[in-house]
């Protein structure tokens, strides 16, 4: 799986959100943080193909993204989570990682042995037959989870995948993404913790735009002292922010 943004552009109605952005994502987990509004839903949903490039382009396994046409060439290969998912209440759990299952093109013989996995991976096995409105808010979240990742789809992208969860489930979260293998896993999220335990890679944005790209450890490195975080990866977060923004 290969995903390449170059000089993508994206915004709504007159205003940009995302500006010129270059970047290569390859297999491993890429954690995508910045401020509320920096553009990291919209990255997301672009990745996703939900909204074709304003400017720029975008490639997912060579097929460049222009429109709904070639979206559909790639969209079984997506597992996409987004920060406010809908479902219908009624629906039970397996119902609705096998409707996921479905869209994303695995061939019905496998429909039972996917979701079981799924649902295996985010400790939901139980709750299998529940309606998904009887589910608390941590559990529909994992079950969220399971609909991204039924029929190991290549690039998953997850929105904000942690909110909600008790610190057990986030730690099983983590196992989760940590065991995706080959898959390129884009999540947003503003829990810092969660990026220094499994990212391979943080891009920060802010103003549209890609303010750091590297790993955890290079992040790490920016730390300085006289910023305001409780681990050098908060103060690194708060180096790249504009000097305006740095103290509280
Ligand atoms: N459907 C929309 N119509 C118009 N403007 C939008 C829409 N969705 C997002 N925006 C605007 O685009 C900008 C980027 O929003 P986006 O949701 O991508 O940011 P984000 O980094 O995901 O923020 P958060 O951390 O709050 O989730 C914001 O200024 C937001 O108000």
């Known amino acids: 799986m290969s995903v390449v943004l170059d000089a993508l552009s994206q915004g709504y109605g007159t205003s940009t959100v995302i500006d010129g952005l270059s970047v290569t994502l390859r297999p491993g987990i890429t954690a995508l943080l910045g401020p509320n509004g920096a553009g990291k839903t919209t990255l997301l949903r672009t990745l996703a193909t939900v909204m074709p490039p304003r400017n720029g382009r975008i490639y997912i396994d060579d097929v460049e993204i222009s429109g709904e046409r070639s979206a559909r060439q790639v969209r079984d290969r997506i597992g996409y989570l987004p920060q406010d998912f809908s479902f219908e209440p009624k629906m039970t759990v397996a119902d609705f990682v096998t409707y996921a299952a479905w869209m994303r093109g695995v061939p019905a013989t496998q429909w039972r042995r996917s979701v079981d996995e799924a649902l295996e991976m985010v400790d ?77 890679r943080v891009i920060v944005m802010h103003g549209g735009a890609s303010r750091f790209d590297g790993t955890v450890a290079e992040l790490e490195a920016l730390g300085r002292d006289d910023l305001p975080g409780h681990s050098s990866l908060e103060r690194a977060y708060m180096h790249l922010l504009p000097e305006g923004e740095q103290q509280l």
């Open 124 to 200: 939901l096995t139980d709750r299998r037959r529940s309606k998904m409105r009887s589910l608390s808010g941590g559990m529909r979240r994992r079950a969220g989870i399971a609909w991204a990742v039924v029929g190991r789809p290549r690039l998953v992208l997850l929105d904000e995948p942690t909110v909600g969860l008790d610190p057990r489930q986030r730690l099983q979260f983590r196992k989760i993404i940590s065991g995706l293998g080959e898959t390129v896993v884009v999540l947003s999220t503003h829990l810092i913790d969660d990026v220094g335990a499994v990212c391979d």
